[in-house]
């Protein structure tokens, strides 16, 4: 069966240092997502990326965060100066058609900010 | 914006039938899903309602009622595996597809 790929699983950085997750989605999804979830919280949503640009994105996804897909698979989040609070797991997530029918997340990458 | 309510925590027991409700606000509605996740793993896809009524995918079932704003998850013959947390999930025209609170499902012997 088809999965969303993350790398790494577990990343630790210091505050301040930037960061990059990696994703590699599911081939012939058109449409990705980054979500996050605080330990024992809900899953948040950060953005969403279609034909090459955002689509949406909430209010976490401030200046610090970025998105792109520097090739035909990858798609990565890019935290620039990462602050505590950051700490998180980081899902990326694919779907055929958007509307929140049937995405496939990935394992997810914990980030741990000291 | 969006807003989506579930109850924090359901307990049963092995063969019981549990279910999990949802209510939920937002304008330009067009779908509600329903996601599981086990401890420490991803939230995995377990059905989705565009439309009023019942959808049936082996023992779980998910209920819509858009005037209600309102839709639940049934999962029946209840096993050990079901413990996880479960979240409704609202898609929305031009909005975040957001996820609720979710439920902590926990299944007794």
């Known amino acids: 069966e088809p999965e969303v790929t993350q790398t790494p699983s577990h990343q630790v950085t210091q505050m301040g240092q930037e960061v990059i997750l990696r994703c590699v989605p599911i081939?012939?999804?058109?449409?990705f997502y980054w979500y996050r979830q605080i330990l024992g919280q809900k899953v948040e949503f950060l953005v969403s990326f279609y034909n090459n640009e955002i689509s949406e994105k909430s209010e976490i996804f401030d200046d610090q965060f970025s998105v792109e897909r520097p090739d035909g698979s990858n798609f990565t989040l890019k935290i620039r100066s990462t602050k505590l609070e950051d700490s998180a797991m980081y899902f990326c997530?694919?779907?055929?058609?958007?509307?929140?029918?049937?995405?496939?997340f990935g394992s997810g990458t914990r980030l741990t900010v000291v | 914006g969006q807003s989506l309510e579930q109850p924090s925590e359901v307990t049963a027991v092995e063969g019981a039938i549990v279910q999990i409700n949802c209510t939920y606000q937002t304008s330009g509605f067009y779908g509600l899903s329903w996601y599981q996740q086990h401890d420490g793993g991803a939230p995995t896809f377990l059905s989705y309602?565009?439309?009023?009524g019942l959808e049936e995918t082996g023992r779980f079932s998910s209920f819509l009622s858009r005037s209600d704003s309102y839709g639940y998850l049934l999962l029946q013959e209840l096993q050990m595996k079901d413990s996880a947390s479960y979240f409704c999930a609202v898609a929305s025209y031009g909005q975040n597809f957001v996820f609720g609170p979710g439920t902590r499902l926990s299944v007794l012997p």
């Open positions: 309602n565009a439309l009023d």
């Open positions: 997530a694919s779907s055929e058609g958007g509307g929140g029918y049937g995405y496939t």
């Open positions: 081939s012939n999804h058109l449409y």
